[in-house]
């Protein structure tokens, strides 16, 4: 829907170009006094860009809010619960390798010898969540799962022979579930 959004007011904006191009070249073969083109020009070019700021205003606010990882401001520190990862080649190590449903996550991924990419995918192999696993470095990515199962952790940057085989697989819990 957003990606549609998007397209429609791309579409429009190019619009909106070539109509300004088209006038400027119908303009520019009439034979008069340039100052008061020029006047109206910078009339129309200022409504313009006010215009076009308050569609990408008003597009960025609507879109924004959806990302997947602004509801972790609103969580606090006690409800969070912290995962440590490393990666290695050619595999995962996890603090922890049973998660609940609702229960907000803070993946904290670093790397013991190579970059790695931490890709984490659910049932369908859709990437929900990703980050990069670097040594010496930690990063943290936020994910609260919203459906029990099996999700894979897999490497998304290529770190040498046995990459392909760099697969974790962790499971989900309802929240009754033992």
């Known amino acids: ?47 313009y860009f006010i215009g076009v700021l308050a569609v990408m205003a008003v597009v960025s606010g609507m879109t924004l809010t959806k990302l997947p990882y602004h509801h972790q401001h609103g969580v606090s520190a006690n409800e969070l619960k912290v995962i440590e990862v490393k990666g290695f080649q050619f595999g995962w190590e996890l603090s922890n390798e049973e998660f609940v449903v609702g229960e907000p996550i803070e993946f904290r991924v670093t790397s013991k010898d190579v970059t790695h990419g931490f890709g984490l995918y659910d049932q369908n192999m859709k990437l929900i969540a990703q980050t ?47």
């Not at 609260?144 to 499971?171: A, N, Q, R």
Request: aromatic share 16%.
């Open 1 to 47: 829907m957003y990606q549609q959004i998007a397209w429609t007011v791309t579409l429009f904006l190019v619009f909106l170009i070539a109509l300004a191009f088209a006038f400027v070249y119908g303009e520019s073969g009439r034979l008069k006094e340039y100052g008061p083109i020029q006047k109206k020009g910078y009339k129309i070019r200022k409504y």
């Open 132 to 178: 990069q696993a670097m040594p010496e470095y930690t990063n943290s990515v936020y994910h609260t799962f919203d459906k029990p199962g099996k999700y894979k952790i897999l490497c998304l940057e290529y770190c040498s022979v046995g990459h392909h085989v760099m697969v974790k697989e962790i499971t989900v819990k309802d929240k009754g579930a033992n």
